[in-house]
């Protein structure tokens, strides 16, 4: 069966329309099954910067809505163009001008989403037309975005699983802090299941290390499926809508689920060095998307990606 994960963006009611209310911290989930496809609908609870660069790290598709052009709106148009997201649906107001929409799509991957009125009918049928590959032949890979202890249970995280297949029993490292944990069961939709392959979300019952070490972000692999560094050097294009311009100082970063502090520490020809007091968990293919979250207006610096660690 399909999965399908879905960003919602700067619309507050459509979640509940489209599919059931589940986990909720500074994100809510809602989930949604077919007779095709099962879907997870992220949304922000209000408009914070570092929740939305997290979800975006994850999705396969977004929903934006675009009832009026702000710098929110725009904003939220840069950073999923900057993680590449290419596949959505824009809600737009009866009447819109197609103009308006073309402003902040134009020479984006925004540029192929489907731009609709808010017809909820619709809208699911675009969402089941969706495809996505799915990388399962490669190590396993499950990327945490919530985890709790539940008593006569024990650990529990939430989560996707980016490649491979996580299966009952397996015996996977945590990142970044290299420990060896043991996946004691697996659920999906509340019901359990002996494995589970990229593209799923997960409820993972975990042995080997505690809610609190299995923080956002936190990744549970196969040996050499991901990488840990302090220390890293970005191949990195600046966001040209950014008026400070990119310089040396304290900023914070987001890869994968993790938004930590950073040091950006040198810049050269195309390239920054970063580094933070805590490992960062990222995989080759990663976005890196740094952030200047005291920013008054725009908080996108520009992306990356690593090409050197240390």
Same mark, same amino acid.
């Given at each position: 069966?399909?999965?399908?994960?879905?960003?919602?963006?700067?619309?507050?009611?459509?979640?509940?329309?489209?599919?059931?209310?589940?986990?909720?911290?500074?994100?809510?989930?809602?989930?949604?099954?077919?007779?095709?496809?099962?879907?997870?609908?992220?949304?922000?609870?209000?408009?914070?910067?570092?929740?939305?660069?997290?979800?975006?790290?994850?999705?396969?598709?977004?929903?934006?809505?675009?009832?009026?052009?702000?710098?929110?709106?725009?904003?939220?148009?840069?950073? #999923?163009?900057?993680?590449?997201?290419?596949?959505?649906?824009?809600?737009?107001? !009866?009447?819109?001008?197609?103009?308006?929409?073309?402003?902040?799509?134009?020479?984006?991957?925004?540029?192929?989403?489907? $731009?609709?009125?808010?017809?909820?009918?619709?809208?699911?049928?675009?969402?089941?037309?969706?495809?996505?590959?799915?990388?399962?032949?490669?190590?396993?890979?499950?990327?945490?975005? @919530?985890?709790?202890?539940?008593?006569?249970?024990?650990?529990?995280?939430?989560?996707?699983?980016?490649?491979?297949?996580?299966?009952?029993?397996?015996?996977?490292?945590?990142?970044?802090?290299?420990?060896?944990?043991?996946?004691?069961?697996?659920?999906?939709?509340?019901?359990?299941?002996?494995?589970?392959?990229?593209?799923?979300?997960?409820?993972?019952?975990?042995?080997?290390?505690?809610?609190?070490?299995?923080?956002?972000?936190?990744?549970?692999?196969?040996?050499?499926?991901?990488?840990?560094?302090?220390? #890293?050097? #970005?191949?990195?294009?600046?966001?040209?809508?950014?008026?400070?311009?990119?310089?040396?100082?304290?900023?914070?970063?987001?890869?994968?689920?993790?938004?930590? !502090? $950073?040091?950006?520490?040198?810049?050269?020809?195309?390239?920054?060095?970063?580094?933070?007091?805590?490992?960062?968990?990222?995989?080759?293919?990663?976005?890196?998307?740094? #952030?200047?979250?005291?920013?008054?207006?725009?908080?996108?610096?520009?992306?990356? @990606?690593?090409?050197?660690?240390?």
């Amino acid at each position: 069966m399909k999965n399908l994960t879905v960003g919602i963006f700067h619309d507050e009611e459509i979640g509940r329309e489209l599919g059931k209310r589940g986990t909720e911290s500074d994100m809510v989930m809602y989930n949604r099954r077919t007779d095709d496809c099962i879907f997870t609908f992220m949304q922000p609870v209000g408009d914070k910067v570092s929740v939305k660069s997290q979800i975006m790290s994850c999705i396969d598709a977004a929903i934006l809505a675009v009832t009026e052009m702000t710098p929110a709106v725009g904003e939220t148009a840069l950073m #999923l163009d900057s993680f590449g997201i290419s596949r959505g649906v824009i809600i737009v107001p !009866p009447y819109t001008e197609p103009s308006t929409i073309t402003t902040i799509t134009k020479g984006t991957s925004l540029e192929s989403f489907v $731009v609709t009125e808010r017809d909820i009918p619709k809208i699911r049928e675009i969402l089941e037309g969706f495809e996505s590959a799915r990388d399962t032949s490669s190590p396993v890979s499950v990327v945490v975005d @919530h985890s709790f202890h539940v008593k006569g249970v024990g650990e529990i995280v939430l989560g996707s699983v980016r490649s491979g297949i996580v299966k009952r029993h397996d015996k996977l490292l945590l990142l970044p802090d290299n420990t060896e944990v043991v996946v004691r069961s697996i659920q999906m939709q509340d019901k359990d299941f002996n494995e589970a392959e990229a593209g799923s979300r997960v409820g993972l019952a975990i042995k080997g290390a505690t809610a609190e070490e299995m923080d956002r972000g936190s990744v549970i692999c196969a040996p050499g499926s991901a990488r840990t560094s302090t220390t #890293l050097t #970005l191949a990195f294009a600046p966001n040209r809508y950014y008026a400070a311009g990119i310089r040396e100082g304290a900023f914070h970063l987001t890869v994968g689920m993790q938004t930590i !502090p $950073v040091n950006v520490t040198g810049i050269n020809n195309g390239t920054i060095t970063i580094e933070s007091k805590k490992s960062m968990v990222y995989t080759p293919d990663g976005t890196f998307l740094l #952030l200047d979250l005291n920013a008054k207006k725009l908080h996108v610096m520009g992306k990356g @990606h690593a090409i050197a660690s240390s």
